[in-house]
């Protein structure tokens, strides 16, 4: 009987033991894991230090002048180009007739405002995708589709 | 039991044993002597026992129970952010003007490097900029440490830790980078090596920003600094001026826009350029404005009554005191009215304006604006004004047209602010200001003259010597100002000019200053061979004012519209015809 209880507590000490190393194991384990991506964390922050810095760098004012020039050709946007909304044509309600709806015939009744002087610049055609024109640019300075 | 058996073996030959009803029992002394070692060994029993049970308790307490302020979940201790020695600096809208990126710096242990041949020359391969056999001599010296090269970039560093090269290795170091370059450059400042500030707000707020690693926001937009920068660079380059300065002030808050000083230099190389680069003309360089100038004495006549907008002053001959002679650049020899006297620009009708207020009445109106204490403005390099000492009539004079006294640019930016935002005093802060911020306002001018002073600062424009600043749309305010420049003898030359233009708009209801101020311009046949102010620096604030205000959220109006045109009449000659302008 003896025998058998210091068997038992031997066995179960051992259990234990056994256990207990492998939770330490573990947890161990967990830590590493823990601090490697706090440091994988800490990389990225740096990273994205960088990367902020570059993009700070890539969009100065100059540069972006300078790609507007070669790729959009936008010009200085003077007063006469800004409008507010109630200038604006409105697109003509659906019971007005299917032709209203896609905006290409305006009903009798409903007249446009007068457009604004010519003088303010080109109007922008309504219906062109813009896609069409862009895809050509893309390519032009060698982003790949 | 146990215990009992062992003792009944080791009495065995005492005599006194005797078996009674199966149970050994002792007789005597020997009983009792026996009786005492029981006793002995149940108490100190009971006390292992005890000690044995308090262990076994606080094993169980700490192994399956939790402690009252043990937390519930376990947590990672706190995790480190990323931070540099330096905090960032960024304009008003969160762009990056100012930040500190890691860097390796290579150097080398001479005694681990095996072939100092063989690695001079792969290094020089990588590094073109240094020479083959000066790493040679670095790498065959003594020592066991020598820089190579200090901050390099990740891809040298890739390419030196792909030759392989024992014997190398990479310091980790912090450099101040501004990505911005040239832009601003005057106001954000640089550091040293050490990155210490050195100039500018670097140097300004050099503790705080070494202290924390929150970033510090300045009241600067890139994109009006950039519009102001491109279009003063373009206009000194046109007419061929040493230096130009310009500054975008909002006239509510006093923050500064953009200010900017030409030539620049780079502050990744600060000492790349000429020493005058450095110089921040718009804050630590004083001129005398000129006719500016006028725009402070008409609204100190105004407000001191001692003229109403329908009153005026004879203007038919110069005045002549001591060995001076005040004259008219644009001469009409007659009475003028008030508009009349500050949209031809009359030095003669402003002396006699600034007269009638008198000396003392001028000094403390212009001390309300701002004009004779150095600006507040957060930068270290701010210059003093210089002032008339001891103030006489004739220097009573020469100021009210902008001569004998000299004032910095953003001090001009801030008095026209004062004049045109409804007349309070707002101190010019190079800082963001937040929207719930108080704003340190105190009166300097009455709200009355404020409003008759955009009216003659818009006749500037629409009728004067401004023209050229127009913006239409924007309803362009301002004044134009040429002033010779005092030579070495003390002297005023008529060809050196620093010609300037201070514009606000829109003028129903001013939101920005935008000052532009040329050094020594020479006219050009464009110009008809003019470097006045209303062809040299007026075109600056107009394209300024029309590039700026579409990203700034300012709607244009019809300049036209019957209610903007009834706004800004000003009844110009009172005392001859009607004539009626806008």
Request: aromatic share 6%.
């Amino acid at each position: 009987m003896i025998r058998g209880t210091s068997l038992a507590i031997v066995g179960l000490i051992a259990l234990i033991g056994i256990g207990l190393f492998h939770l330490t194991h573990e947890v161990r384990e967990l830590e590493e894991e823990l601090a490697r991506l706090n440091r994988d964390i800490l990389a990225e922050q740096e990273a994205a230090h960088v990367l902020k810095a570059e993009w700070s760098y890539l969009t100065r004012p100059d540069r972006l002048e300078e790609l507007n020039l070669r790729f959009l050709h936008l010009g200085d946007m003077d007063g006469a180009r800004v409008l507010s909304v109630s200038d604006l044509p409105f697109r003509p309600l659906l019971e007005d007739g299917p032709e209203g709806h896609d905006g290409s015939v305006m009903p009798e009744s409903s007249p446009l405002p007068a457009l604004p002087d010519p003088r303010r610049g080109p109007v922008l055609p309504k219906d062109k995708d813009p896609g069409q024109e862009i895809r050509p640019t893309l390519a032009s300075i060698g982003v790949s589709q | 039991m146990t215990r009992r058996r062992k003792t009944t073996g080791q009495r065995k030959p005492l005599p006194a044993v005797v078996l009674r009803h199966g149970r050994i029992e002792m007789e005597g002394t020997a009983k009792q002597a026996i009786e005492t070692g029981r006793t002995r060994l149940v108490i100190a029993g009971a006390i292992f026992a005890l000690a044995f049970a308090i262990v076994g308790a606080r094993l169980v307490d700490l192994a399956m129970l939790t402690d009252g302020n043990e937390p519930r979940i376990a947590h990672a201790p706190i995790v480190e952010h990323f931070a540099t020695e330096r905090a960032d600096i960024l304009d008003r809208n969160g762009e990056l003007l100012a930040t500190s990126l890691i860097t390796a710096s290579l150097y080398a242990d001479p005694a681990l490097v095996l072939d100092s041949d063989e690695a001079a020359r792969k290094l020089a391969m990588v590094l073109p900029e240094l020479s083959e056999a000066a790493i040679r001599t670095k790498l065959s010296a003594k020592g066991r440490f020598v820089w190579l090269r200090r901050n390099l970039t990740p891809r040298q560093v890739y390419d030196v830790n792909r030759l392989g090269v024992p014997g190398l290795a990479f310091q980790r170091e912090e450099r101040r980078v501004y990505p911005h370059g040239s832009l601003a450059a005057h106001i954000v400042g640089f550091t040293n090596i050490d990155n210490r500030g050195l100039a500018g707000v670097e140097r300004q707020f050099d503790d705080s920003l070494i202290a924390g690693s929150k970033p510090l926001d300045l009241s600067l937009d890139v994109r009006v600094q950039h519009v102001l920068e491109e279009e003063l660079a373009a206009a000194q380059e046109e007419f061929s001026a040493i230096g130009a300065a310009g500054i975008v002030m909002d006239v509510v808050t006093g923050e500064v826009l953009a200010m900017a000083s030409l030539p620049g230099f780079d502050p990744n190389h600060p000492v790349a350029g000429a020493d005058d680069t450095r110089f921040n003309r718009a804050t630590l360089g004083v001129y005398e404005m000129g006719s500016t100038f006028k725009i402070f004495t008409t609204a100190m006549a105004l407000d001191a009554g001692t003229v109403t907008m329908r009153g005026g002053y004879d203007a038919t001959n110069p005045i002549r005191v001591a060995r001076f002679t005040i004259n008219d650049f644009h001469a009409k020899k007659r009475w003028l009215s008030v508009p009349e006297i500050f949209m031809y620009s009359s030095n003669i009708g402003a002396a006699k304006m600034a007269l009638d207020v008198g000396s003392e009445g001028q000094q403390a109106f212009l001390r309300g604006l701002g004009l004779l204490t150095p600006s507040s403005i957060e930068l270290p390099e701010v210059g003093a004004p210089m002032t008339p000492s001891p103030w006489r009539e004739i220097n009573t004079m020469t100021v009210s047209f902008g001569h004998g006294v000299a004032v910095s640019p953003v001090q001009l930016a801030s008095a026209v602010s004062t004049v045109v935002n409804g007349g309070l005093a707002v101190p010019a802060t190079i800082l963001k200001r937040a929207p719930t911020d108080p704003i340190p306002a105190r009166r300097a001018v009455s709200a009355e003259t404020s409003e008759n002073m955009r009216r003659l600062l818009r006749l500037v424009v629409t009728e004067g010597t401004g023209k050229n600043a127009d913006a239409p749309g924007y309803l362009v305010g301002g004044k134009t100002g040429t002033a010779e420049k005092l030579g070495s003898g003390g002297d005023y030359q008529r060809r050196a000019l620093l010609s300037s233009f201070v514009g606000a708009f829109p003028m129903d209801n001013p939101r920005y200053v935008v000052l532009a101020v040329l050094d020594e311009p020479k006219g050009t046949k464009r110009t008809h061979g003019y470097a006045t102010g209303g062809w040299v620096a007026a075109p600056v604030v107009g394209k300024v004012i029309t590039r700026m205000a579409s990203f700034i959220g300012i709607t244009p109006v019809d300049e036209n519209a019957p209610e903007i045109r009834e706004a800004f009449a000003v009844e110009l000659n009172p005392r001859g015809t009607t004539l009626a302008s806008y």
